[in-house]
């Protein structure tokens, strides 16, 4: 009766949570066995056990002793009494296998060319050459370099990577660069004032009471501002720019004068533009607004 009944015991266990295996490491002892670590996962947690003979790749957990000496009598009987300089050769020629198919996949990433372009024209082209000049026995050679498509979309990622993480390391040790945010940043909140100073005038002109006096005084005020933040910011006092000139008093810095100019260049392009738009005069039409003022247009 009992073997119809579920155990408890062996029904709790069942439901714990397996341990996923631990990460393997490669020894180099395991060379002997002709075996090196996949090029591209030496510094991940998990490296690749890869065949320096046939180029397999077994799982990191087939990294052991016992299951890379069954591949090697399994796959390569002849080789088992090879000494370990046999394979050391064996390691450095791979090595400049990889090597030839990243200068390869470089060329290709750096002229934008698909990468299907390796294993359809360059290695062909690279075998008729070889071929040509060298004859057949160089031409196996060649064929040995990695050059499929997938091998080639994963090196060039692996390049790419490799450059932003080169970069931002570069670019975090490197007072230049932080100089030349400072300067950027600078010119930001230059215009970012500007369009704030901007974005007050704008809300003036609008809602259900404003009249065409109304717009006009505030143009007419504001054009002469202008003038006067001119003058101001020649002067490196950015007062009118309350964003700017916080951001200078925070970070205790001043602004280059080509940035000035840059400040000034564009508020004087804004009065040359507000001129064009803005060019009528409304002084004749002042008894409009205020009959009693006096002033009439003359007939």
């Known amino acids: 009766m009992k073997r119809y009944l579920t155990n408890p015991t062996t029904s709790k266990d069942s439901q714990k949570k397996i341990k996923p295996p631990a990460n393997r490491k490669y020894d180099a002892a395991y060379l002997q066995l002709g075996f090196?670590?996949?090029?591209?996962t030496e510094n991940i947690d998990n490296p690749i056990p890869q065949c320096v003979v046939c180029s397999e790749t077994l799982s990191n957990q087939s990294m052991k002793p016992s299951l890379l000496k069954q591949h090697q009598t399994t796959k390569h009987p002849d080789l088992v009494d090879?000494?370990?300089?046999?394979?050391?050769?064996?390691s450095e020629l791979y090595k400049k296998l990889v090597k030839a198919s990243y200068l390869a996949n470089y060329r290709i990433a750096k002229e934008g060319k698909p990468h299907t372009i390796s294993e359809t024209l360059l290695l062909p082209v690279a075998k008729d050459m070889v071929e040509a000049v060298l004859g057949e026995k160089a031409v196996k050679e060649i064929e040995k370099i990695p050059l499929a498509n997938d091998t080639v979309k994963r090196r060039i990622v692996e390049m790419s990577s490799s450059i932003e993480e080169q970069l931002l390391l570069q670019l975090r040790e490197c007072n230049y660069f932080a100089l030349q945010v400072d300067e950027s940043t600078d010119k930001k909140y230059g215009a970012a004032s500007c369009i704030h100073t901007l974005n007050i005038l704008n809300m003036g002109l609008q809602g259900p009471s404003t009249t065409v006096?109304?717009?006009?005084?505030k143009i007419s005020s504001f054009k002469k501002k202008l003038v006067l933040f001119c003058s101001q910011a020649q002067d490196k006092d950015f007062s009118a720019f309350p964003t700017l000139a916080s951001f200078l008093k925070e970070n205790d810095i001043s602004l280059k004068p080509e940035v000035t100019d840059d400040i000034t260049s564009h508020m004087e392009a804004l009065q040359t533009s507000f001129d064009n738009y803005f060019h009528q005069d409304f002084s004749k039409y002042e008894w409009i607004r205020n009959p009693f003022s006096g002033k009439f247009p003359s007939h």
Do not use: C, L
């Open 36 to 40: 090196i670590v996949k090029p591209g």
């Open 82 to 90: 090879k000494p370990i300089k046999f394979f050391e050769r064996k």
């Open 213 to 217: 006096f109304t717009t006009n005084d």
